[in-house]
């Protein structure tokens, strides 16, 4: 599951005829969120668009892999197993540490933070080789329950070995964010020569089946699912592809290569969906005082929970809306998870029970996706 934008020829091979073809992400197959017929269009586009998105503010953990024992074994074409780990030199993790920096850099509002145990990651890396470059997108990989000792996301092949392969982690880390890839933008115009691409695709170095190439190159996602109606070519979420492959647009017919790096459209993207914070905008929910969210869908209201008494507590939203909550804990200065609820595509309001503690310090975060009168959304703990 390797990255599309690393173009450097260290990451091509070359049939017979010359031609050079590139390692592609292969992204994990998830289960598609259907929705109810009852859910109307504009409702169900908005709760597609930010549901794998994280609520802004999250501070994401990573770690790295680093047991002997951390690895699988796999069956060889001999019949014989082999073990492939998944720890990885301190260079090749440099190369991601460096990814997350470079997106955090643009002033997003989401945290990283490099941790040494599993129980406390998010995102759990591996550099397993010969398994190709991959992550979950957004909140899959906590959503679907993915276990502390398997992978969120991979790295196949060695990332030191060229300046070009930061791109390969930006990819990355970019679904993990929660965007697609580029290419599959419904909006691209984008008409493939198909058997081509089959064919192409079913050579080294990715040797992939129809299914997966149709799942990673040839299927359309669902335009609700992508920001905006343009499609960037240049994205770091694009793949590059070899002459042959698209028909149409035609400037595109002797191959495709994206310029590398962060897009300028890539860092709009992010920083509309992850703002900076503003912690001087914060305001105290009081116990039992409902405030109005007078959001627009995507935005997001965060409030400071200080409880006067050690009890249990419903902290819920009000109206009818979709909306995400996500309640953390002041643990040293750090904020922690706590718990969460989101109510998107369902006949109910989204709602915390939990027990709070007097003298400790909580924040509560709600993002909306979709309201059905604006304005008409509160929030309230009691």
């Known amino acids: 599951m390797e990255n599309a934008t690393a173009i450097d020829p260290a990451n091509v091979t070359a049939n017979g005829a010359g031609t050079t073809h590139y390692s592609y992400c292969n992204l994990p197959v998830a289960p598609e969120r259907i929705l109810g017929p009852e859910i109307h269009e504009n409702r169900a586009s908005l709760i597609l668009l930010f549901s794998n998105k994280w609520v802004n503010g999250t501070v994401l953990r990573y770690y790295f892999f680093d047991k002997e024992t951390d690895g699988n074994n796999v069956m060889l074409t001999n019949g014989t197993k082999q073990w492939r780990t998944f720890t990885t030199s301190e260079a090749e993790k440099e190369v991601v540490r460096k990814a997350f920096t ?26 397993m080789r010969g398994d190709g470059a991959w992550s979950y997108i957004g909140r899959d990989i906590i959503d679907l329950n993915i276990g502390r000792d398997d992978r969120t996301m991979n790295f196949g092949w060695d990332l030191t070995r060229h300046p070009r392969e930061l791109d390969t982690a930006l990819h990355e880390i970019g679904h993990t964010l929660g965007f697609p890839h580029e290419h599959q933008n419904p909006y691209a115009g984008i008409v493939w020569d198909e058997e081509a691409v089959y064919a ?15 799942h990673n190159i040839i299927r359309k996602i669902a335009a609700d699912t992508v920001q905006g109606s343009n499609w960037d070519p240049d994205s770091v979420m694009h793949y590059p592809f070899e002459p042959g492959l698209i ?71 009000f109206g009818s809306s979709d909306t995400v909550i996500v309640l953390f804990e002041n643990v040293k200065g750090e904020l922690r998870y706590f718990k969460g609820d989101d109510d998107s595509g369902e006949d109910r309001n989204a709602l915390i029970k939990t027990r709070l503690r007097k003298g400790r310090s909580y924040v509560l975060r709600v993002r909306l996706y979709y309201a059905n009168h604006a304005g008409e959304t509160a929030v309230m703990y009691y």
């Open 247 to 317: 028909k149409e647009p035609p400037q595109y017919r002797n191959g495709l290569t994206p310029a590398g790096g962060l897009s300028e459209r890539d860092q709009n993207w992010i920083k509309n969906f992850y703002p900076p914070l503003e912690p001087d905008k914060e305001i105290e929910l009081k116990v039992a005082e409902s405030v109005k969210l007078n959001l627009n869908p995507g935005e997001q209201k965060d409030f400071i929970i200080k409880p006067k008494a050690s009890r249990n507590y419903e902290i819920r939203t």
């Open 200 to 214: 192409a695709l079913s050579q080294p170095p990715n040797s992939w089946s129809r299914d997966k190439t149709y």
């Open 102 to 127: 470079t997106w955090k850099n643009l002033g997003i509002g989401l945290e990283f933070k490099e941790v040494r145990s599993r129980d406390e990651a998010e995102i759990r890396i591996g550099f």
